[in-house]
């Protein structure tokens, strides 16, 4: 078994601290402040990585560029067309305000939609067993027609028509466990009863009103949406419990041929923008009993891309975690924040979480989607 890993500096390049005080724009009444999606959670992870010793133990596989073909099967021309006029002046905002970027973020951002595309065929093509693609910008709320909430093209749903297109792959599930909705990517593939997508994210964040419990997919899709909105304050064990108890049954009612997993830390302890408590041993669980679906379900076929996480000090340690369980190789390096949450009441599973739990559980009983 081998684990493939993709990382390149230009994701570090991409500029999103264009006139910002955090996510809003700077000015009189905001004093300048660097972007929550900045390079530093990202760039530290590659870091404590390496020092970890961890890359040593995996195959680096260089991304490519997604070509304009590889964005059209996904996204319109129109927003394709935006993004690189705006990057090529100077910059712009993928879509909705807050998503600002600089110049050359349209080629950065093709660079990352490539790069879950290449981790994706190293896969397929039997050259390592899993993969994590340490993209950026990340790509889970782009829809078809628009950028938003920090992402300009839909990483995960370009590499899954690349797959379609090239190698003939059929079924899909997408796991999400960023802290956000995976609404860019429900909405691609809504009405595809042969892509899955399932979302673990917190109740009503973001985007508001999005990522409840009733949206089930539509047309021949209904059925192939499945949502898990928890309460705020959930730790390791609803998390984990949602993964044990929703997503891995649902994964073998669908029977996918590869499995792809929207790998955000921003359910983490520490993050700003989120309000769970999950540590690094909360996503080492999540990731092994992910890692052991797919193994049971598709060979072990299973691709992480990097989406959100907005804390630079925790989300490496939450990363090596899961690169360690993927890598089947323990670096012995010991996270120094989990100690201050692992004894907190909020990683137990509440009342109130089981209830969301059994609620989504029942939903995946009943619309199982055994292969034809």
Request: proline share 6%.
């Amino acid at each position: 078994m081998s684990t493939g890993y993709v990382w390149h500096e230009l994701y570090a390049w991409h500029d999103t601290n264009v006139n910002r005080s955090g996510h809003v724009p700077a000015g009189l009444g905001a004093q300048p402040y660097a972007h929550f999606e900045s390079p530093e959670s990202k760039s530290r992870m590659n870091g404590l990585l390496e020092v970890s010793g961890l890359l040593e133990q995996v195959v680096r596989i260089r991304p490519r560029s997604a070509t304009e073909e590889d964005l059209l099967r996904v996204h319109t021309p129109e927003h394709v067309a935006a993004v690189a006029a705006a990057s090529a002046a100077g910059g712009g905002d993928a879509g909705d305000g807050v998503s600002p970027f600089g110049r050359g973020s349209h080629e950065i951002a093709r660079l990352a939609a490539g790069g879950t595309i290449a981790a994706v065929e190293a896969v397929l093509d039997g050259v390592v067993t899993n993969a994590y693609a340490l993209v950026r910008p990340p790509g889970h709320h782009a829809r078809r027609e628009t950028g938003m909430g920090f992402c300009l093209f839909a990483n995960i749903a370009v590499a899954i028509e690349w797959a379609r297109a090239h190698r003939g792959v059929r079924r899909v599930a997408v796991v999400d466990w960023d802290v956000h909705h995976g609404n860019g990517t429900q909405a691609i593939f809504e009405d595809d009863p042969d892509v899955l997508t399932i979302s673990l994210h917190q109740d009503g964040l973001f985007p508001v009103g999005s990522g409840a419990l009733a949206e089930r997919g539509t047309g021949a899709g209904e059925g192939s949406v499945l949502n898990v909105p928890l309460p705020a304050g959930t730790g390791d064990g609803g998390y984990v419990d949602a993964v044990a108890d929703v997503v891995v049954p649902a994964l073998r009612g669908f029977g996918p041929e590869l499995v792809l997993v929207a790998s955000g830390f921003d359910a983490s302890a520490l993050d700003p923008l989120g309000n769970m408590v999950v540590t690094s041993s909360g996503y080492r669980q999540m990731a092994r009993l992910l890692k052991e679906a797919a193994e049971e379900l598709c060979g072990g076929r299973l691709v992480m891309s990097h989406e959100g996480g907005y804390s630079p000090v925790y989300v490496p340690y939450c990363g090596l975690a899961v690169l360690e369980v993927l890598a089947d190789h323990p670096t012995g390096v010991v996270d120094p924040y989990e100690s201050g949450y692992r004894e907190l009441p909020a990683q137990r599973t509440s009342a109130q979480q089981r209830e969301v739990l059994d609620a989504a559980a029942a939903l995946a009983g009943r619309l199982r989607l055994t292969v034809p």
